[in-house]
C-alpha cells in the first residue's frame, strides 16, 4: 500500500467509525448541493432493471493468496503487480477514477451509536447520487447492522456496489495503527458475517471485494480470506478527509493525485469526516471538466481481469 502524508490520518478514522454512500444519476453535475442532506431511503429506480451479472474478480495470487487489486505504475504508465495479485493499469487514453467511500463502524461502538453519534452521512448519499456518479461502497457489517434502511437503499440503487470492509473493523496485520489484531483463525468468518449483515438488510448489489482495514495485510492475512474467494481492493489516492475541517484541502488532495485508473479512498461518516460532502461538490465537476468517467470498482477490475 502506497503510504503519504495523510496515511496515519486515514487509519485512526479506521479505528473509529463511518457511514458512506453513492449516486444514480440526476441533474446537472457542476450545481452546487443544495443545504442539507435528503433521505438515501428511495432512490430513483430504472425503467427496465439491469440485467444480473457475476461481478468480476482476479485470479488468486502464488500459492493459492488472495489477489490484491491496486494501481501503481511500471514507470512506464502500464500496470504493476499487487501483492498476491495484479494491478490496475493507468492508461492516458481510458480517463476512469473509481471513489471508494468507507463505511466504518467497529463492533464495539453501539453505544456511542445510542447516545446519538451519527456513523452515517445522508447528505453525502444524496449529493452523489444528484451528481449521478457511480461508486464502491466499503461497508463494514456492524454499519449495516446499524443502519439496515441505509445499507438496503444503497445495496438496491444501480449506482452503488457494497464490497466487504469486515464485520468488526479488527487488523488484519499487526501493528496497524492501534487496532486490535483479529485471530487468523477467525479472520474467514469475519468476512463472512459482514456479507450476512448486508443479506439480512436486504443489499442486493453486493460484490466479491474486500478492504483490509487500515488497508493493513501480509501474506498470513491473504492465506486466511483465500476461501472466501474475495478480492482484495487498496487505492493509490488518500483524500485525507480524516478529522479534516477544509473541505478545500481535501478536494485539492484528491484532484492533485488522480491519475487514470486511480482508486480514491474517502469516507461517509458525519462525525469522523465532516467536509467530504462539500468536497465532492468541487471533485467530480472538476475531473470531469478534465475528461474523467467515474465507474464502480467492478468496472476497474474487469478491465484487469481481461488482461
Known amino acids: 500500500m502506497r503510504r503519504t502524508r495523510h496515511t496515519s490520518v486515514l487509519a485512526v478514522l479506521c479505528a473509529l467509525a463511518a457511514g458512506c454512500g453513492t449516486p444514480p444519476a440526476a441533474g446537472p453535475a457542476d450545481r452546487p448541493a443544495a443545504a442539507g442532506g ?5 432512490p430513483p429506480r430504472p425503467a427496465t432493471a439491469p440485467a444480473p451479472r457475476t461481478p468480476p474478480t482476479l485470479a488468486p495470487g502464488p500459492g493459492g493468496l488472495t489477489p490484491v487489486f491496486e494501481r501503481r505504475t511500471d514507470g512506464a504508465g502500464g500496470a504493476g503487480a499487487g ?19 468507507d463505511a466504518d463502524m467497529t463492533a464495539d461502538q453501539g453505544p456511542r451509536a445510542a447516545r446519538g453519534e451519527r456513523f452515517d452521512n445522508p447528505a453525502l448519499i444524496a449529493t452523489l447520487r444528484r451528481l449521478g456518479v457511480d461508486a464502491t461502497v466499503f461497508m463494514t457489517g456492524r454499519w449495516a447492522e446499524e443502519y439496515p434502511d441505509q445499507a438496503r437503499s444503497i445495496g438496491t440503487d444501480p449506482r452503488f456496489e457494497i464490497a466487504n470492509h469486515s464485520y468488526s473493523h ?18 474467514a468468518a469475519d468476512v463472512r458475517k459482514a456479507f450476512a449483515a448486508f443479506r439480512a438488510a436486504g443489499a442486493r448489489n453486493v460484490v466479491p471485494y474486500f478492504r483490509f482495514p487500515g488497508g493493513c495485510h501480509d501474506e498470513a492475512a ?30 485539492d488532495q484528491v484532484l492533485a493525485g488522480v491519475r487514470p485508473g486511480s482508486v480514491v479512498v474517502l469516507h461517509c461518516t458525519r462525525s469522523a469526516a ?34
Request: net charge positive.
Open 83 to 101: 501483492r498476491g495479485g495484479s494491478g490496475a493499469g493507468g492508461r492516458a487514453a481510458d480517463r476512469t477514477v473509481a471513489l471508494t467511500f
Open 274 to 307: 465532516p467536509v467530504t460532502e462539500a468536497a465532492i461538490r468541487r471533485i467530480v465537476p472538476e475531473l470531469r471538466a478534465k475528461g474523467y468517467r467515474f465507474v464502480k470498482v467492478s468496472e476497474l477490475v474487469a478491465g484487469e481481469a481481461t488482461r
Open 170 to 187: 479488527h487488523a488484519f496485520r499487526s501493528p496497524c495503527y492501534g487496532l486490535p489484531r483479529l485471530p487468523a483463525e477467525e479472520m
Open 222 to 251: 491473504l492465506r486466511a480470506l483465500a476461501p472466501t474467494k474475495v478480492t482484495a481492493v487498496q487505492w493509490d489516492v488518500v483524500g485525507g478527509d480524516a478529522f479534516a475541517s477544509d473541505a478545500d484541502a481535501v478536494a
Open 38 to 42: 435528503s433521505s438515501p431511503s428511495a
